[in-house]
């Protein structure tokens, strides 16, 4: 069974709108973490936010939020007032357990083109 | 060192050669990872190291495939036997953890793009 699901393969947004990346996943798991990077043409993945499965509050850094609704196995990213530089991949992970390695299993991504 | 240095950057080879990749991680981290990301997909976890120890290997390691880390610092992955199916960029990271379960995030690098010909 697919553990992260990105239904959306590609996005477009105005720039300094407001745009919403979908994240849905599947664990049986208690302890989890959830994991956003950013993946630009020049290939290296770029770590945006993270949210633990106990965590109480919703993520935030700086411009990304992350949208946590356990109960519906959510973790959507939101990134506010868009900016050109922001146009690449995006992938939610997941990581199982309480082990505190980076095995990671990923979704397969969404392209993001922020229009002037 | 600003990051996690990956060489080369891109490999062209033909089917049935051996090729090898090259991580330095950042300096100080302690572990090491390899995905494998192919086109239009997320990366996929191939194997990694705690030092020098290689604590874990995906099921997608095949024999073909070894990966060694021989002093804790840099790591080097060798695909032997390269076929069609290898092609896909081979991305390293790297991170510190210690012994109270302290750690950084992940750090990775601009992976090696291998096309087998």
């Known amino acids: 069974a697919q553990k992260i699901t990105q239904t959306q393969p590609g996005m477009f947004v105005q720039e300094k709108e407001a745009v919403t990346l979908d994240c849905t996943y599947d664990?049986?798991?208690?302890?989890?973490?959830l994991f956003w990077y950013k993946q630009p043409s020049s290939g290296e993945m770029i770590f945006l936010i993270y949210q633990g499965s106990y965590d109480q509050q919703n993520a935030t850094e700086g411009r990304y939020s992350l949208n946590f609704q356990k109960a519906r196995k959510s973790a959507n990213l939101v990134i506010s007032a868009s900016q050109l530089g922001d146009s690449a991949m995006y992938f939610c992970?997941?990581?199982?357990?309480?082990?505190?390695?980076?095995?990671?299993?990923f979704g397969s991504g969404t392209r993001l083109l922020v229009r002037p | 060192d600003t990051g996690v240095s990956q060489d080369p950057r891109h490999k062209i080879t033909k089917r049935g050669q051996n090729v090898t990749f090259r991580c330095d991680p950042i300096s100080e981290h302690n572990r090491l990872y390899w995905y494998r990301q192919t086109l239009g997909q997320g990366p996929e976890f191939l194997t990694y190291?705690?030092?020098?120890?290689?604590?874990?290997k995906s099921r997608l390691l095949s024999d073909r495939f070894s990966a060694e880390r021989p002093k804790g610092s840099f790591s080097t992955l060798e695909i032997q036997r390269t076929e069609q199916g290898d092609s896909a960029m081979y991305l390293c990271?790297?991170?510190?953890?210690?012994?109270?379960?302290?750690?950084?995030?992940?750090?990775f690098g601009q992976g090696t793009r291998l096309t087998v010909v």
């Open positions: 992970a997941m990581r199982e357990g309480t082990d505190s390695s980076y095995k990671l299993i």
């Open positions: 990271a790297s991170s510190f953890h210690d012994l109270r379960g302290a750690r950084t995030e992940a750090f």
């Open positions: 664990t049986s798991d208690p302890s989890y973490g």
């Open positions: 190291f705690q030092n020098e120890a290689q604590l874990e």
